[in-house]
Nanobody
Framework: VQLQASGGGLVQAGGSLRLSCAAS????????MGWFRQAPGKQREFVSR???????TESAEFAKGRFTISRDNANTVSLQMNNLKPEDTAVYYC???????????????WGQGTQVTVSS
């Protein structure tokens, strides 16, 4: 499956962005869809994930209360990001796996990434 992430951009601190990830075909119910991010000079880190069959979600501590992952339709997952902070600046990636995991090694397919820049 191919994943295409979009929706990144430049926003001021306190603003919002909605990232979308479109899969090339219907996302199977066995899938776990995740969002990760990578800031310059840092490792790629887990942001949020959703189990496609149940809608169960889990987010990193820094994302709780600000970011929401959701299923938009049969082949699209989104990440709504509110109250953005400069430290949220990173390239955001969507990924597809089958394990309920925040470890990037458990994800088989990756999108190309979309840049999010938050100015202070």
């Amino acid at each position: 499956v191919q994943l295409q992430a979009s929706g990144g951009g430049l926003v001021q601190a306190g603003g919002s962005l909605r990232l979308s990830c479109a899969a090339s075909r219907r996302i199977y119910s066995s899938r776990v869809m995740g969002w990760f991010r990578q800031a310059p000079g840092k490792q790629r880190e887990f942001v949020s994930r959703i189990r496609w069959s149940t809608g169960r979600t889990e987010s990193a501590e820094f994302a709780k209360g600000r970011f929401t992952i959701s299923r938009d339709n049969a082949n699209t997952v989104s990440l709504q990001m509110n109250n953005l902070k400069p430290e949220d600046t990173a390239v955001y990636y969507c990924a597809a796996g089958t394990q309920w995991s925040g470890d990037r090694r458990d994800y088989d397919y990756w999108g190309q990434g979309t840049q999010v820049t938050v100015s202070s």
